[in-house]
């Protein structure tokens, strides 16, 4: 819902001030429906045999640009056409995967020298200019030693390129036409943690949960959320995994 009703920015396509007020009264409808059904679930619970622990992982931040990669591939000669204009994907030197305000990209395999190929997206995407306000969407980039360094490192990780934009912008695969155009949603997720709007919540009360818990208002890494809820499950948690256990809201046997 919220995607398609976060329209607050006049950078957005479509911005009115009337239609901004309009679905922020659809926005508030929801929100108050989600609280009436959550207080009737709560009221129908035992909660001295029943844990309910409940996570909104992330926000909505609002956008107004999309950027397609499948575009840039193209623009950057990485994209092998068909006749038809079709891109082949199994002959690209990319692997691409976007998720809204970030995207990974993997060098296919085999190549020569992956190493390279990394240091030349990483290049052109930092120089990547938006040619509608000169602003350059891109906030972070992570490979290598860097990315070794944080817990988005992993088996499958490791030979990747990490892209994180700034607020505003939204990564997409297609049509591969033009680099920058206006969005056809007005939310997205999957920005830096130090965004606003990027905060979620938790609700954890019941059994093995202490009354204060929740109220917490320091941030919580969304991979302290997994692994409290693997403990809540009785699942054994590694200390080599990435994530803790909220070990502070938990009252357990």
């Known amino acids: 819902?919220?995607?398609?009703?976060?329209?607050?920015?006049?950078?957005?396509?479509?911005?009115?001030?009337?239609?901004?007020?309009?679905?922020?009264?659809?926005?508030?409808?929801?929100?108050?429906?989600?609280?009436?059904?959550?207080?009737?679930?709560?009221?129908?619970?035992?909660?001295?045999?029943?844990t309910l622990f409940l996570v909104s992982p992330y926000g909505f931040t609002p956008v107004h640009t999309d950027i397609d990669l499948l575009a840039l591939l193209i623009e950057w000669d990485m994209m092998p056409l068909s006749p038809e204009g079709?891109?082949?994907?199994?002959?690209?030197?990319?692997?691409?995967?976007?998720?809204?305000?970030?995207?990974?990209?993997?060098?296919?395999?085999?190549?020569?020298?992956?190493?390279?190929?990394?240091?030349?997206?990483?290049?052109?995407?930092?120089?990547?200019?938006?040619?509608a306000s000169g602003q350059r969407p891109v906030a972070t980039l992570l490979s290598d030693e860097a990315l070794a360094q944080t817990p988005l490192w992993t088996l499958s990780t490791r030979?990747?390129?990490f892209v994180q934009l700034q607020p505003g912008y939204r990564f997409v695969l297609g049509p591969g036409t033009e680099i920058f155009r206006h969005t056809t949603r007005y939310g997205a997720t999957g920005y830096s943690p130090e965004t606003p709007d990027m905060a979620g919540w938790a609700l954890a009360v019941g059994r093995n949960i202490l009354p204060d818990a929740s109220p917490n208002p320091a941030p919580v890494p969304l991979f302290d959320m997994t692994?409290?809820?693997?403990?809540?499950?009785?699942?054994?948690?590694?200390?080599?995994?990435?994530?803790?256990?909220?070990?502070?809201?938990?009252?357990?046997?």
């Open 159 to 161: 030979e990747a390129l």
């Open 1 to 50: 819902m919220t995607p398609t009703t976060l329209l607050v920015d006049p950078a957005q396509p479509g911005w009115q001030p009337q239609r901004e007020n309009d679905l922020a009264d659809v926005r508030r409808r929801a929100y108050t429906a989600t609280d009436t059904g959550l207080a009737t679930l709560v009221s129908t619970l035992d909660l001295s045999r029943t």
């Open 86 to 131: 079709e891109p082949l994907w199994a002959q690209a030197p990319v692997r691409v995967v976007a998720e809204e305000g970030i995207a990974w990209l993997w060098p296919a395999s085999p190549v020569e020298a992956p190493a390279e190929l990394r240091a030349t997206l990483k290049e052109r995407l930092a120089a990547l200019t938006d040619p």
């Open 227 to 253: 692994a409290t809820a693997a403990v809540l499950l009785g699942l054994e948690w590694s200390p080599f995994e990435h994530g803790t256990p909220l070990d502070e809201w938990l009252q357990l046997p």
